[in-house]
């Protein structure tokens, strides 16, 4: 019995450290400015900090990679994340979606955070500052209703 246990603990090792090669790519896509949100709408500064803190790792094109993606399969995971996150809403491409997907997004947006299934609970374990703090969600979908309503005005003045 301990040697079948030994030999399931080598090759539990072995297999972790294979695995070791099979690296993810952190490599950002390149962000053009006029095809960003902030291209789109005004983005008022305090809407920035939430976006940058709580939503942007996953939702743009400025990932930053934490040093536990370079331990896999952890890494594997988080990035599968972050493309299904970017596949979902990326403010780094929100300029090329068509107005009607624009204002569908931020209404999504407000309805994320509003019943706190954004952030995703699993990325709030270690990311505990991209938390919502009180207020925080009411005032994103406050700009999201205004930033819906500009998107209006601008599109009939068309």
Request: net charge negative.
């Amino acid at each position: 019995m301990k040697n079948a246990l030994k030999i399931f603990v080598l090759v539990l090792a072995a297999a972790i450290i294979v695995l070791q090669f099979f690296r993810i790519d952190q490599t950002n896509p390149v962000v053009n400015a006029a095809e960003t949100i902030d291209a789109a709408v005004e983005v008022p500064p305090d809407i920035q900090i939430i976006l940058g803190r709580s939503c942007n790792d996953c939702h743009s094109n400025t990932t930053i990679y934490p040093w536990y993606t370079n331990v896999q399969p952890t890494g594997w995971y988080v990035k599968n994340h972050i493309d299904d996150g970017r596949r979902h809403l990326n403010f780094s491409t929100f300029n090329t979606y068509p107005l009607s997907k624009k204002q569908k997004k931020l209404s999504e947006m407000c309805e994320e955070v509003r019943t706190s299934e954004m952030p995703l609970p699993a990325y709030l374990w270690i990311h505990r500052d991209a938390q919502m703090q009180p207020g925080e969600a009411e005032a994103l979908c406050s700009w999201t209703d205004q930033a819906i309503a500009a998107l209006e005005k601008s599109a009939a003045k068309e």
